[in-house]
């Protein structure tokens, strides 16, 4: 089983601070996408990274892949109230004939407080 | 709007009853996925088709659940027997051979009584 482990689980913080999500596996990845999660939906999709080393930018949220595609990071600069939801990592595992099918970490809740 | 839609998106039922859940894909995405997510955990793989062809079924799917794409278009998902365990969020996603990016529909929320 290719695990992925996701911290901190929660994150209380108040506007305007900064935080950073972390998403570690002792698996290789091909890819690894970042999704954002309002109770009751789906995960909406907010990146994907495919190389290793890759970092990219969507306004306040920076991504990364590690260079050795095990690992990755969310960061958020000056988080706001509108962020606050369930963040989650998943990857899809380089080995084997896996079919695209994503492997998930356990998911970030983040709070955001005005 | 074009995305994956799912439904019913909540479903209610008593223990032992049968139920059905459908997924529509993206318009021309050949694969799709169904995954189920209970409460504080992030989503599990359940099955995957590729067209209409079921490809890969985890040991999660008991013998109790069946999944269909006849025409490779549409999805639907059937748990036999419901049990109160089954209870959770069943999410559908789609994506096209060329990306790995999956687009996930709004999910079905069942709760087995």
């Known amino acids: 089983t290719q695990l992925l482990e996701q911290s901190p689980q929660f994150l209380s913080i108040q506007e305007g601070e900064n935080l950073t999500v972390y998403c570690n596996s002792s698996?290789?990845?091909?890819?690894l996408q970042w999704y954002r999660q309002e109770p009751g939906e789906g995960p909406v999709l907010l990146v994907t990274?495919?190389?290793?080393?890759e970092v990219k930018k969507l306004k306040r949220l920076t991504f990364q892949f590690g260079d050795a595609r095990k690992d990755s990071s969310l960061h958020i600069t000056a988080a706001q109230p509108g962020d606050t939801g369930l963040y989650l990592c998943a990857g899809d595992w380089a080995g084997g004939t896996s079919y695209g099918k994503l492997t998930f970490g356990q998911g970030t809740i983040l709070t955001v407080h005005p | 709007d074009t995305g994956v839609s799912q439904d019913p998106r909540h479903k209610i039922t008593k223990r032992g009853q049968n139920v059905t859940f459908r997924c529509d894909p993206i318009s021309e995405h050949n694969r799709l996925y169904w995954y189920r997510q209970t409460l504080g955990q992030g989503p599990e793989f359940l099955t995957y088709?590729?067209?209409?062809?079921?490809?890969?079924k985890s040991r999660l799917l008991s013998d109790r659940f069946s999944a269909e794409r006849p025409k490779g278009s549409f999805s639907t998902l059937e748990i036999q027997r419901t049990e109160q365990g089954d209870s959770a969020m069943y999410l559908c996603a789609s994506t096209e051979d060329s990306t790995d990016t999956q687009y996930f529909g709004p999910g079905t929320r069942l709760t087995v009584l």
């Open positions: 990274v495919v190389t290793g080393g």
């Open positions: 698996s290789v990845f091909s890819s």
């Open positions: 088709f590729q067209n209409e062809a079921q490809l890969e």
